[in-house]
């Protein structure tokens, strides 16, 4: 499919260790952001990159939150030394140009801390 | 303090009827709005939009309408189906070089064979 893609889809880990958490955006999406979603909550902004360059990181929570999209295409989301109050649905957005409003999601990583 | 607010948490109606479903914003700068609908275990996916510029946009089924002086919009579905059963969020942006979307929490549709 051309959507959105994320892995993994689901990932446990124990407290104080450290996630990767993968985006593959559509195919030539310039824009692409990562979104934390807590239970009964909506989505909330962490980051944004226009193609490698990370311009806007003002929603990560702590600095253990890194996030990084070497190339302009798979991004790359890590969480260090996880806290329980990680747990939540990490979603990736793309979208084509840095003006176009629309976003396309992934499916999320639901991370749960132990 | 949210700035997005969808105050009714689940609405339930009979396959046929129209869903109304409500969102209100607390800054007048925002100029892009939009509606997102997710299923369990899915990624929200994009419904309509509408730009400040306009009060209604139709796209089949769905019809976004927003009040700028009252700082609200709604989505109205009509007729219902019971594949619209899933959870909806209202968004908003500024446009611009970084569009990040600020989210509501979300009503839950259940519509009614």
């Known amino acids: 499919g051309a959507g959105v893609s994320q892995s993994p889809r689901y990932k446990v880990a124990k407290r104080g260790q450290d996630v990767a958490l993968r985006c593959d955006p559509i195919?030539?999406?310039?824009?692409l952001f990562w979104y934390q979603q807590a239970l009964g909550q909506g989505p909330e902004f962490l980051t944004y990159?226009?193609?490698?360059?990370?311009?806007?990181k003002s929603g990560l929570p702590s600095d253990r939150f890194f996030a990084e999209r070497p190339e302009g295409s798979v991004s790359t989301l890590k969480i260090q030394r996880t806290q329980q109050e990680d747990s939540a649905v990490y979603l990736c957005?793309?979208?084509?140009?840095?003006?176009?409003?629309?976003?396309?999601f992934g499916p999320g990583t639901r991370l749960t801390v132990t | 303090d949210q700035q997005v607010k969808q105050n009714s948490p689940s609405l339930s109606v009979q396959e046929g009827r129209i869903s109304i479903l409500n969102c209100d914003y607390t800054?007048?700068?925002?100029?892009?709005f939009l509606w997102y609908k997710k299923y369990p275990a899915e990624g929200p996916t994009f419904l309509i939009s509408?730009?400040?510029?306009?009060d209604k946009n139709e796209d089949g089924r769905f019809t976004v309408f927003l009040n700028k002086s009252a700082k609200h919009l709604s989505l109205h579905i009509v007729p219902s189906q019971p594949g619209d059963s899933a959870v909806y969020f209202c968004?908003?942006?500024?446009?611009?070089?970084?569009?990040?979307?600020?989210f509501g929490k979300g009503i839950t549709l259940s519509v009614r064979p």
């Open positions: 957005a793309s979208s084509l140009t840095p003006t176009r409003s629309e976003q396309y």
């Open positions: 195919s030539g999406h310039v824009s």
């Open positions: 990159f226009q193609n490698e360059a990370q311009l806007d």
């Open positions: 800054n007048s700068m925002f100029d892009y």
């Open positions: 509408i730009s400040s510029i306009k």
């Open positions: 968004a908003v942006t500024l446009t611009g070089a970084n569009s990040k979307l600020t």
